[in-house]
């Protein structure tokens, strides 16, 4: 079983919600999402200190982060926050896989720059980095 923290816009929901569809469907794969959905009311947080602490909370029982890269992410405060907290908010950083969108031409360069591991939109590839960096 896998925990996984699956850093996301809630304003690009579509892609987040294509990914879990893709894990949910992968053969002998189990996993444990801690994400933060968009009707979660942690994003009601009444400020940026509550809500980035409720991004930790979530965050640490991860083995892993799972970063979309679309170019929205390079623009996204949030992001970077979540990627200073996997990073540098636990006594063992937490390793960042970053994915590549389907069909995407241009990708964050802060995702990728930060990432453990960049991979593409891809059912076993994702899997297979989710596997490699769980460790």
Same mark, same amino acid.
């Given at each position: 079983?896998?925990?996984?923290?699956?850093?996301?816009?809630?304003?690009?929901?579509?892609?987040?919600?294509?990914?879990?569809?893709?894990?949910?469907?992968?053969?002998?794969?189990?996993?444990?999402?801690y994400?933060?959905?968009?009707?979660?009311?942690?994003?009601? $947080?009444?400020?940026?200190?509550?809500?980035? %602490?409720?991004? !930790?909370r979530?965050?640490? #029982?991860?083995?892993?982060? &799972?970063?979309?890269?679309?170019?929205?992410?390079?623009?996204?405060k949030?992001?970077?926050?979540?990627?200073?907290?996997?990073?540098k908010?636990?006594?063992?950083?937490?390793?960042?896989?970053?994915i590549?969108?389907w069909?995407?031409?241009?990708?964050s $360069?802060?995702?990728?720059?930060?990432?453990d %591991?960049i991979? !593409?939109?891809?059912?076993? #590839?994702?899997v297979?980095? &989710?596997?490699?960096?769980?460790?």
């Amino acid at each position: 079983m896998y925990n996984l923290f699956i850093s996301h816009s809630w304003n690009y929901s579509d892609a987040y919600e294509k990914l879990i569809q893709l894990l949910n469907n992968a053969d002998r794969f189990e996993y444990r999402n801690y994400s933060v959905p968009k009707n979660d009311p942690i994003h009601n $947080a009444p400020n940026q200190y509550l809500l980035k %602490e409720a991004i !930790k909370r979530q965050m640490n #029982s991860a083995n892993c982060v &799972i970063i979309l890269a679309g170019v929205y992410s390079s623009y996204s405060k949030w992001i970077n926050v979540e990627i200073d907290l996997a990073k540098k908010g636990f006594g063992t950083p937490k390793r960042i896989i970053a994915i590549e969108p389907w069909g995407a031409e241009k990708t964050s $360069a802060v995702v990728k720059a930060a990432a453990d %591991e960049i991979v !593409k939109w891809n059912t076993q #590839s994702i899997v297979d980095a &989710i596997r490699r960096q769980s460790k």
